[in-house]
């Protein structure tokens, strides 16, 4: 195994990378031509030697293939997502490499189409945990050195919250029914895209939910909690503080659970609920606020 790793490292013949793949020795050639999809490295006699990466690379192109991507829309995002250096995991499902390459493009229409063709097939829930989620984490632990990554992170949020809200207004249609829950940031929290996903796996679940805008102050949000007597999810994402644990901000009898990491679960009211995750979140309204 081990001797296996060293010969990847430092190059393999096309007819090991063959072996290797299942890739015919001439379809590789053909890939390498057209695509530029191949060996990144030469013998001392000017033959193709094929890397760890390299081989990585031609089963991630497998993958999509086996969706039915095509294979010049294939090489191009497995490259695309490579040529930025995006720390995916090694598990990720094939489309996170075409969502990164599309977000890297700074291209808002493929992203919102192929989240949007996701959440369709697959439910908000996978889409969010398998597909956004890993990509989001990548541009956030590289957007500083990526070209454009604040551009990158904020194109993705953007189009993601379309994708999202796409999927609602097709399962809500226009029946005007009160809401069953409220989604709401805290005062200030400026990420409410976690909200967004849920309100779509929500709207799955066939419970309403109405997403408040990001600048409600916190009398408004207690007003609307009150109003509709709806159960209310609090998300932050950056630190609060200890501004929940004081009785009197939040109304008596008003139904509350918190959600997100900003939340310390040691410092709040007795009986508030706290969820940190969206299926745990899924599960926790469903309980508290069923449609």
């Known amino acids: 195994m ?4 060293a010969a990847e490292d430092t ?44 081989l990585e690379r031609l089963r991630e192109v497998q ?10 829309e294939a090489a191009r995002s497995v490259l695309r997502a490579a040529s930025i250096d995006l720390p995916l995991p090694v598990a990720a499902i094939p489309q996170t490499r075409q969502l990164a390459a599309a977000a890297g493009d700074l291209d808002g229409p493929a992203v919102r189409t192929l989240l949007g063709d996701h959440i369709a097939e697959h439910g908000a829930l996978p889409t969010w945990e398998e597909l956004l989620r890993p990509v989001l984490t990548a541009i956030g632990e590289r957007w500083s050195s990526l070209p454009h990554g604040i551009a990158v992170e904020h194109l993705l949020s953007r189009a993601a919250a379309l994708a999202f809200g796409d999927a609602v207004s097709g399962l809500r249609g226009t029946d005007g029914r009160a809401p069953d829950v409220l989604l709401t940031c ?7 895209l976690p909200l967004v996903a849920l309100e779509a796996g929500l709207a799955e679940r066939g419970v309403c939910a109405a997403l408040l805008p990001m600048r ?76």
């Open 186 to 192: 805290v005062p200030g929290e400026l990420h409410d």
């Open 216 to 291: 409600t102050t916190l009398a408004g949000i207690t007003d609307e909690a009150v109003r509709f007597g709806a159960l209310t999810v609090l998300y932050a994402h950056a630190d609060v503080g200890r501004w929940m644990s004081a009785p009197h901000i939040w109304p008596p009898g008003a139904p509350l659970l918190v959600a997100g990491p900003g939340w310390d679960p040691e410092r709040l009211p007795a009986g508030t609920g706290h969820v940190n995750d969206l299926a745990g979140a899924l599960r926790a309204v469903r309980e508290l606020a069923p449609g």
């Open 2 to 5: 081990i001797a296996a790793m």
């Open 63 to 72: 993958k999509l293939m086996v969706q039915g991507v095509p294979i010049g």
């Open 11 to 54: 190059g393999l013949p096309i007819s090991a990378a063959a072996a290797r793949t299942g890739i015919p020795a001439d379809t590789l050639r053909v890939w390498q031509r057209r695509y530029g999809l191949g060996a990144s490295r030469q013998s001392a006699g000017g033959h193709r030697r094929y890397t760890r990466g390299d």
